[in-house]
């Protein structure tokens, strides 16, 4: 990540260094605040009016009051991009329940809302794009529908990606796969999964993970290439004989797998229908196919 000039903070434009808060923010206390990741490339912010639709549902599911209309923050978003001479970046909108009351319920504390953009490469590295990641299954579940709300991007919710990240790392994988509560295969710490077998695709159905806007890209590329792609469960040894396997998501854009559990996926290379979505959607988000500029949104006052 490398540091832009300005951040929005509350409708000001302050300098990343002064977009400070009080340490009696509530938020940061119990994680009472929801947030997107969209990234820009080219000059053009990818989907913006979708990140910012899930920002608006995440803030219904927390009970969060985001106190900006859509349309101010898209245009603020824009703003943000040119003061800070920013083409190709990563947007980063949060709204957190501010200072005030410290019980556990946010009673009329402030809602802040920041959006913050800056530089941010490859999420995996260049590598894990080109050549697949080694990803392990996580002795953390993916967090229980009923307790926790998956369908938002709720910051507190994150301390289950979190904590199966970093045991991932710790054993020297590069990303942990969750499974949901009934054992069947979940999610990423930050991207949705999808396996190929035969020529097919399948990936898990909505019920335990986050509707990623990068996992419905996939699903247009594969109707508009002719490739079969449907929702269903799937098991953990589904994974391990799959054909190819990979990942979506804003940060990990696709990225391939080439070993589940020390298992090698396929040939151990990224396959032809996990590099064909690849190409497409990195097509796609740099404006190469005129089919799909509905999705790119120009930076522009
Ligand atoms: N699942 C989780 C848990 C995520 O945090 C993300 C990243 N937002 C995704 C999936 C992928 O979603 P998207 O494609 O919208 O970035």
Known sequence: MKEAKWIWNNNKFVLWKNATTHVMSHGLHYGTGVFEGIRAYNGSIFRMEDHYKRFFNSSKVAGIKIPFSRNKLESCTSQLLLKNKLKDCYIRPLAFVGDGSIGINPASNKI??????????????????????????????????????????????????????????????????????????????????????????????????????????????????????????????????????????????????????????????????????QKEYSNIVLGKNPNYNNWLHPISN
């Open 112 to 277: 802040n809302v920041i959006i913050a953009a800056f530089e941010w490469g490859t999420y995996l590295g260049e590598k894990a794009m080109s050549k697949g990641i080694k990803m392990k299954i996580s002795s953390f579940k993916r967090m229980s529908v009923n307790s926790f709300m998956t369908k938002s991007k709720i910051c507190g919710n994150y301390i289950n990606s979190v904590l199966a990240k970093k045991e991932a790392l710790d054993q020297g994988y590069d990303e942990a796969l969750l499974l949901d509560d009934n054992g069947y295969v979940s999610e990423g710490t930050g991207e949705n999964i999808f396996i190929i077998k035969n020529g097919k695709i399948k990936t898990t159905p909505v019920t335990s993970i986050l509707e990623g806007i990068t996992r419905d890209c996939v699903f247009r590329i594969a109707e508009d290439n002719n490739i079969s792609i449907k929702e269903s469960k799937f098991t953990r040894d589904e994974l391990y004989i799959a054909d190819e396997i990979f990942l979506s998501g804003t940060a990990a854009e696709i990225t391939p797998v080439r070993e589940v559990d020390n298992r090698k996926i396929g040939t151990g290379k990224p396959g032809p229908i996990t590099k064909l979505i």
